[in-house]
């Protein structure tokens, strides 16, 4: 399959069945809110190295998570019975989504988002469309995660975490939610293991963009703070 060249003009996409092997489906275009929704709409995701073309994506398999078959372990369940952590949702994007991109990762050396990232997600949120989960203890932010929501899917982008657990509260208080709003799926774009140990798991492109076509429907922009009562 060939991988396609956007230009600034044209803000579509070409079919993502036409992804090439390596699961990228074009380069090139811009981050405007609406072509980053046009993406999303049809379950392509950017994801570069700073000063680099945008490359976007739609690998084959997908990673994600059905919210039902969330999996909370003994040790987290303790943890958030605590509730030495509270959280919260739209509070505080920019910091999520900063947090995000300076936060250590061992097997990373750089970061995927770029301050244009920062500034075109931050636009989505504003106008409704990206979201962000965060996570306080003592009064400060230790971790959190953040994507956009289109219809009943959730596309994640990053989550981060200062202390332990602190993600994964995020994570699990989100599924759980979205389990009680019939979501259909969480997108979590490419495996890892700390996702596969919380129940994501690998399906097929073509299963993924069934789910996503029929779940996608209008009204896109869903208040997530004020469903979640935060």
Partial sequence: MPIYRLDDEWTGFPPPEETDESGILAVGGDLSPERLLNAYLVGVFPWFEPNEMPLWWCPDPR????PEKIKVSKSMQQVL???????????????VIKNCKSIFRPTQATTWISEDIIQSYDQLHQLGYAHSIEVW???ELVGGLYGLILGKCFFGESMFSKVSNASKVAFITLARHLTKLNFEIIDCQVHNDHLESMGA???????????IRKSIKEPLKFDLAKSMKM
């Fill in 63 to 66: 990673c994600v998570l059905f």
């Fill in 201 to 211: 798991e690998l399906i097929s492109r073509t299963d993924f963009l069934a789910i």
């Fill in 81 to 95: 019975r605590s509730q030495k952590m509270q959280v919260t949702v739209n509070q505080d994007f920019l910091n």
């Fill in 137 to 139: 203890q003592d009064g």
